[in-house]
């Protein structure tokens, strides 16, 4: 004796949250029964297995059929077969779009390839996260991607307006297809102390000061590609360090200013030379892409590591960073003011973000 | 030739990907009218096609105008093979036929394919252009408005009321045709599909012809039935109520008194229930014979089963007072005006005030019937051949199923004359199929009407009768002679007025009457029942199916009554008894709102008796059920509020009942055919119902009776329009259809276990549906509609339809109710106008150079001034709709901004909207959104005001599948089938300009199933009437300018 057929269909169409996000896990419909019972947020209403297995049922059918829906926002709104109030369809939509940063970090960078799709079962095993997730997650990764990586303006407004999502998921997602358009390195293990917010900001950080769209995003290009001219003329910066003169009087500068004020300051007399010609070197290469690639790790090898060796702290990198982008400024002969302070503002707060255990 | 109808073709979106290789569509639409088709020009490589075709013109009969669908097909245009059908879309023109109605058709349709399902939308334009026709002899009946519902429609006064209507059309079932074998599937269904439009069209013109020859203008309680008789064909059936309505032309004045069902329930409250409490009785007759199969009949068999009455029960009292002229007066007016017809019956369950005069009791009939191919005695007709070609018809004895149904009504109205009663309310008709077996089914409720809304009626007199009955209790007084009763009954009098005779018990089938005094809630009482039978064919079938018949109804008349003592209830309304055939079993099911009428007595309980009483354990065993089931009593009595205030019983000249008569049955007497038996249903006076366990039946009665799982706290339910006892509506609205199919693997069960697995399925999707709508609590599940079917050896079917609709907890006085109602209201339709607001300058701002920042600042600047302070918002909504606007209006200045930006999302922008929207200047529809359509099986919605009615919507569909697994298996097939039809109802509503369904109803629900093959077939029939409401609130706001208001409305969608 078994139920052959068992459906619920509302004019308006129930969606039950708890059951959405238990779906968009990747349970399947018996694991979320359990947990439903186990939860036991169903609190007074006493309802037996069968109830809520039926209820499972329904609402992961709906589910399914919306998801087609779901791959093209915008059509959500005005599609006919499901009758889904707005504040409901915002909330699907959004859900639907959320990732795990855990899962984010581990592709981020990686080509959004069927090569990498493959390897989503060692991700899955290795975040803890149900497969079944990890395809949801990277199949949104790769529709957004394929979405804006033509499109012009704004990355993150783009996303916002052809996927409605929040500022905050639009942003991360323009993180991702970011990275993933400049195929930035960071599953080195060096990088590994990272999570993906670090990355996040640090690509926002890129977009908004080292693009195209950063300095005329009227500009017919996109926001997805670095400045080729501005990644061109970072090479004019090496001036300062290979001007004795100059990164002499830079170093001094420097000195004076933090005399007294951070503890490692002896560290940093000592240091100073490599330390700015790390990033000075840094920036002269970026016009390689495969530099480009490197700029984490090299941030991290060059410059972050040392400093870590010699246990700066925040505060001392705070200051150092900030006095060392200002005094340049301040040479009587240094004439790229513009674009050091472009560089400097970006790789400063890159730093400070990354710079942790 | 009177009539020009004008088609044009706007738009596609979402259309499906017809070529693999380019992942585009080449399509084009074929629009076809009778023979008529043309053809729009090839819209290359999209999947949002901008045809903007040019006008196509019909020039038709409005004969035609009736029965034809306009048939919109949507292909894929290929140049080296067959152009691919993509889907169709079927318009019925009705609505557009009468002046009240609808104007226009417009707007987005989804394409459907009976193999795929919908794919994609479509935006058509129609209009019909009708000269006027003065010829007498016409054969159409346009201008005549169809309504389901099922009481005088809202915005609408009857000016008289004329009586029945009923026609049937028959023919072929194409799906049984030979060159069924031939072609495609999708070809049998799209002729199924078409066929049956044709038929219902045909059905209502001439039913409409009907009701101009009465002098009538409408047809009230339109129930359109289909038979699928299979082999022998298929049979399209309806009945309904002919009336004269009137436009109520300030339809902003407070409803008149003429109609009582005031769309707002609050006011009922008015008329709150005064309590008074007394006794009361059950009974019923086997009366009709079993007719032998009439000579005429070329079908060889044809039965008729005994009916039952369903009245007052107890034993017989005599003593008459005054009232007993004055009735036999009123019987006499009221017959002259009655008795011209034929058939006194009227489809309406609820009525004007004043019309209603009394009740007698629920009166049914069935029959069983062995099914032969049917004859079509419109085959002689010149229309026939538009059907279809067959040659297959003989112009042979036209015995058709007319003649069964007069049968069956001419048993009814005999009963209701046994009665005393001159006519037929709450009527309705089914039937059920099973191979060549069939049951006819007819029922109503016995009554008295007074002739107020009928022809040559006395007025004055009317007028006299009215004061002598109050309109609280009136219509329970019996309206047969005490001297002279059909049956023994138990006869109280009156509780509210003293003065006339009550019934101990009332069973109805129609609404509770809106002036009818209660004591405290209703309740959903259903009485479930299963009987193997052994497999049979043809005549044995039908003899063995015709001799459980009695028993079934006896069984479930019993389980009925105890159910109602159990809650201490003393009446029935809205009763439904479906009886079901299946090759190897019969299901009964019998539904009805229990309440507790103020005049009745009060019932008594229930009391358990041991036949040996020797046995200690047993003895012990019988009280504690007895416990149980007082204990149960005294819950259910606080659960409905049933606490009538205790009155000294006087129980008049009634003589005391013989104690063998008590809960005895003749049972050897409902089985004797031919001649008139009268089966005792009377189970004794008040408290006298004695339940004896001995009996296996008993056992099984006190099972279900305790098995009855209660409904968890916050949930009523009811199988009527409105719960008595609940008034405070909130908008909140959710309608829903839900179906199971229960597999028996266990061929060898009993009756007792086949009847608990039936009591299971109900109660466990009872459980189901409370748990599905948690959220809407308090909220009460209003017109539960079950419908049972047996579609294969095994298989045991239960569909239901039903709306949950919230209420405010708190039963302050009126005032403070009303007032909070209000701002409740308030608050839902603001919150509307946030997301109209916006939508609408997004639309707008595409074709305005300014920027959209402008409009954003005018939508900020708008919505405060248009929000009152005090409302509460639910934050979250508000946010994310109002977030999601936004998004919105950016988006469109993006596109605007950026001059080459071309994705293939772009195309999909809501440009299409924005043409339909130029193109009709009364109705504006946001671009990109949907507009919401509720959908309720109400013929009201809460808080609103119907201010138009739009047409009737009766669609059927077919859905097929040769890839079952791959869609979700037989769950995931029919989910998204019943999503497809209520999406296209919801579609074809809002192309009307309307706003909601009321008095919705699925019909139909046919599924058949091989998952050996990965196959599966579905049917589905729906109706209910279109309608635009706008919500009181916003009604006291705006002054009476019906145009302005009406939209309004329709451009305001809200969620629930």
Known sequence: MTMELDVFVGNTTIIDEEVYQLWLDGFSVADAVKMRLENGALGECEVSGEVLHSDTMDQYRTFQMCERLLHCPSKLANQLLFQIPAHHQAMLIERYYEFDHMFAREVLGKKLSKGTKKD?????????????????????????????EELKGPLAENVQHHFLLSDLLAKDYAAVVFFANSRFETGKKKLQYLSFQDFAFCACQLISYWTVGAVDNMMDDMDVDLEK?????????????????????????????????????????????????????????????????????????KFIEPCRSDKWTAGDLTLFLTHYTSTASTLETFRYQVIWERYMGVVKSCILKMYHD | MPGKLKAKIVAGRHLPVMDRASDLTDAFVEVKFGNTTFKTDVYPKSLNPQWNSEWFKFEVDDEDLQ??????????????????????????????????????????????????????????LVKVDLFNDLNRFRQSSCGVKFFCTTSIPRCYRAVMVHGFVEELVVNEDPEYQWID????????????????????????????????????????????????????????????????LDKISNTYAPASAINPCNSSPSKDTKDSPQAVPSALGCRSTHSSPVHSASSRLSQGFSVSVPTLLFAGMGSGGSAGKEAGPLKALLRQQTQSALEQREFPFFTLTSFPAGFLLHVGGVVSARSVKLLDRIHNPALGNTR??????????????????????????????????????????????????????????????????????????????????????PPGCGFCHIPYDELNMPFPAQLTYCHCCRRFKVPDVLFTTIDLPTEANVTGKGCLIQARLCRTKKKAQGEGNATAISNLLPFLEYELHTQLMNKLKLRSMNALFGLR????????????????????????????????????????????????????????????????????????????????????????????????????SELDLSHGKKDAFVLEIDDTDAVEDIHSLLTDAPTPPGFYSCNTEIMPGIYNWTSALQMFTSVRVFRLSNVNLTNQGLNKVFNDLCENLLKSLYFKLRSMVPCCLCHLNFTVAVPEDELIQVAVTAVAMS??????????????????????????????????????????????????????????????PSVDYSSFTDRCSSWIEQLRLKAHTIRRGSIKTMSSLEKASPLPEGRSRSLRSN??????????????PLSFIPGTKIIKYLGIINMFFIRETTSLREEGGVSGFLHSFIAEVFAMVRAHVAALGGNAVVSYSMKECVFMENPNKNQAQCLINVSGDAVIFVRESELEATPPQPQSASTQTSSSGEGT
């Not at chain 2, 079927?90 to 609808?102: F, G, N, R, T």
């Not at chain 2, 109705?923 to 309720?936: D, E, L």
Request: one cysteine or more; a negative charge; charged letters at 25%.
């Open chain 1, 120 to 148: 989503l079962d060692d991700i899955s095993s290795k975040t803890g996260i149900a497969l079944k997730s990890c395809r949801r997650q990277f199949d949104n990764f790769k529709r957004v991607f394929k979405v804006v």
């Open chain 1, 229 to 301: 001219e501005f990644l061109h003329d970072l090479k004019d910066l090496k001036v300062l360090v290979n001007d004795k003169d100059m990164l002499d009087q830079h170093k001094s500068l420097v000195c004076s200013q933090l005399r007294g004020r951070i503890r490692v300051f002896t560290e940093m007399e000592a240091n100073f030379k490599n330390l700015s010609r790390a990033l000075i070197n840094i920036a002269s290469k970026l016009t390689n892409t495969k530099d480009v690639r490197d700029l984490f790790i090299d941030l991290v090898e």
């Open chain 2, 67 to 124: 029965d034809e669908p306009l048939q919109i097909t949507v292909l894929d245009h290929d140049t080296y093979s067959a152009n691919d059908a993509i889907g169709k879309v079927y318009i019925d023109i009705d609505p557009l036929l009468s002046s009240e109605a609808a104007t226009v058709i417009s707007g987005w349709f989804p394409i459907y394919d009976t193999i795929h399902g919908i794919r994609g939308e479509i935006n058509v």
């Open chain 2, 181 to 244: 074998r031939i072609r495609t599937p999708r070809a049998s269904n799209e002729a199924r599909q078409r066929l049956i439009s044709l038929m219902s069209g045909e059905l209502q013109r001439k039913i409409g012809l009907k009701v101009l020859e009465m002098g009538g203008n409408a047809v009230v309680g339109y129930l359109q039935c289909f038979d699928l008789e299979g082999e022998s064909g298929l049979v399209v059936r309806a009945i309904g109520t002919a009336c004269t």
């Open chain 2, 384 to 469: 026939s051949y538009k059907l279809l070609d067959w040659n297959s018809f003989t112009a042979d004895e036209p015995e058709t199923r007319d003649a069964w149904w007069e049968e069956i009504r001419q048993e009814i109205k005999s009963h209701a004359k046994a009665l005393g009663c001159h006519a037929v309310v709450g009527y309705s008709e089914s039937t059920s199929i099973c191979e060549e077996v069939c049951i006819l089914s007819a029922s109503g409720t016995a009554a008295v009407l007074s002739s107020r809304f009928m022809q040559d009626g006395a007025l004055d007199m009317d007028h006299r009768f009215e004061d002598l009955a």
């Open chain 2, 577 to 676: 008894i479906q009886i079901s055939i299946g090759e190897n079993m019969l299901l009964g099911l019998a539904s009805a709102t229990g309440v507790y009428l103020t005049p009745l007595p009060s019932p008594g309980g229930i009391q358990i008796a041991g036949k040996t009483p020797s046995d200690i354990t047993y003895e012990q065993h019988i009280s504690n059920m007895q416990k149980k089931i007082n204990d149960t009593i005294a819950k259910n009595k606080e659960l409905y509020e049933v606490n009538p205030p205790e009155l000294v019983e006087e129980v008049i000249g009634s003589p005391i009942p013989e104690p063998r008569q008590r809960s005895r049955l003749f049972r050897s007497h409902s089985e004797s055919s031919d001649e008139v």
């Open chain 2, 807 to 868: 209420f405010d907890k708190e039963q302050t006085l009126e005032n403070g109710r009303q007032s909070c109602d209000k701002t409740l209201m308030k608050a839902i339709t603001e919150n509307e106008e946030q997301l109209q607001f916006p939508l609408e300058l997004t639309a707008e701002s595409s074709s305005n150079p300014l920027s959209s920042a402008k409009g954003l600042s005018e939508v900020s600047g708008a919505l405060p001034s248009a929000r009152a």
């Open chain 2, 923 to 936: 109705r504006s529809y946001a671009g990109g959104s949907v507009a919401v359509v509720k959908m309720t």
